[in-house]
């Protein structure tokens, strides 16, 4: 997977992002074939950078499946847009909607349980908190499966994952889309969007105490140092500790207007080592079981050569299966190898190749790696590719 500028995109490439409005209108979905009318209709909605399958339009590659299919996501954040509007007009909340959109969460991750997650999308404009809303009930409801959580509970979950930032309704978009750093007032705001969550769903009569503990404890911390309250260790929910790590995952792993997007394994070394202690390690080691780190089509630099990611397994996504193809001076290997990563000695992987680094280096081999991930198919030579 490549992302590109937009004046880079060409006819026949295959998206590997989404993109698609507050109120989940899909503007173009994930696995679409661009036309120049769609390419048209991407530069007149801002969109400037987009992923793609590959550079090569001619390779029919399409993007990895997610443990959610994309009808059910860009339902749910309708139908959590809805909710939020209701709320904040009438504080009234259409449980039985929700509760839906939960089922078809739970039933999606049910019947795709051998897939890792790998949501990757575009959110328009102020979209972030619908869009945030249901990635984190799709994390949560996903960790919640691998605690082996019974139906019920794990659509109490989904349904709490869907409310947690419901308090950010009482907070002024200045502040939630601020690109610069926000002053010690504006944090004090912000820090009291769990509270104004529960005072808006205590006031609807319908909110469940699972679903008030969660967005009421969502930023609390394992050791402490989190807020409103400063809880810690077993004084937070279980649910509340799953949410959040949902909740700071997609966070880090999503662009704002004040940071860019990380890439999941930045997210991965963010969570374990510079927020040690804040997490519940025994669900953050479960959840990062089941994330691809390394997603499928990812070109790593290693000890043994440059590899392009092949493949992910539940249990070792920090060690993924790899066809490498060229050697370090960007030579190609006339019979390429698969190796599994979890048999090499720790710190195999050098560095990930991204963006401009990726773009020259696809220049520099002439090829397009991603034609490594059909069956019995070699890549073919590329035109000179221009500089990004």
């Known amino acids: 997977m490549i992302n590109l500028p937009a004046k880079k995109l060409r006819e026949g490439m295959i998206t590997s992002q989404s993109v698609y409005n507050a109120k989940g209108v899909s503007y173009l979905s994930k696995g679409t074939r661009l036309n120049q009318p769609y390419i048209r209709r991407l530069k007149k909605l801002g969109i400037t950078r987009l992923s793609v399958t590959s550079l090569n339009p001619s390779l029919h590659l399409l993007p990895p499946e997610d443990i959610v299919q994309e009808k059910t ?12 509007a209701q709320l904040e007009v ?75 930032d419901v308090g950010k309704l009482a907070i002024p978009s200045s502040i939630l889309n601020k690109s610069g750093s926000l002053n010690e007032e504006e944090v004090s705001i912000i820090r009291q969007h769990p509270e104004a969550g529960c005072q808006k769903l205590r006031k609807t009569k319908t909110a469940s105490a699972l679903m008030l503990a969660i967005t009421a404890q969502h930023h609390e911390r394992i050791d402490g ?18 949410v959040s790590i949902a909740d700071v995952y997609d966070a880090l792993t999503s662009a704002r207007p004040y940071k860019k997007a990380y890439k999941p394994y930045v997210a991965y070394k963010i969570m374990t080592k510079c927020s040690e202690g804040q997490f519940d390690l025994d669900l953050l080691s479960l959840f990062f079981d089941s994330i691809a780190l390394y997603p499928i089509g990812t070109i790593l630099k290693t000890d043994l050569g440059y590899g392009i990611v092949k493949k992910v397994e539940f249990g070792h996504t920090q060690t993924p299966i790899i066809c490498v193809f ?34 020259t280096f696809i220049n520099h081999v002439g090829i397009d790696p991603a034609a490594y991930l059909t069956t019995n198919k070699q890549p073919t030579t590329l035109p000179s590719v221009p500089s990004l």
Do not use: W
């Not at 996501?73 to 939020?84: G, L, N, P």
């Not at 140092?225 to 799953?242: C, D, E, V, W």
């Open 73 to 84: 996501r860009i339902t749910a954040i309708h139908k959590v847009c809805e909710a939020f």
């Open 90 to 164: 009438s504080n009234t909340l259409n449980l039985e909607s929700l509760e839906n959109i939960a089922e078809s969460i739970v039933f999606d991750l049910i019947s795709k349980q051998s897939n890792l997650a790998q949501i990757t999308d575009i959110r328009l404009h102020d979209t972030y908190t619908f869009a945030h809303s249901v990635n984190v009930a799709v994390l949560s409801s996903m960790l919640g499966s691998l605690c082996h959580y019974s139906k019920k509970n794990l659509l109490d979950l989904t349904l709490g994952g869907l409310l947690h």
């Open 225 to 242: 140092t989190g807020y409103p309250k400063q809880l810690a260790g077993n004084s937070i929910h279980r649910f509340s500790r799953i």
């Open 326 to 359: 060229a050697d370090e001076k960007y030579n190609t290997y006339s019979s390429p190898t698969i190796v599994n990563l979890k048999n090499c000695p720790p710190n195999t992987i050098n560095y990930v190749l991204e963006d401009n680094d990726l773009f």
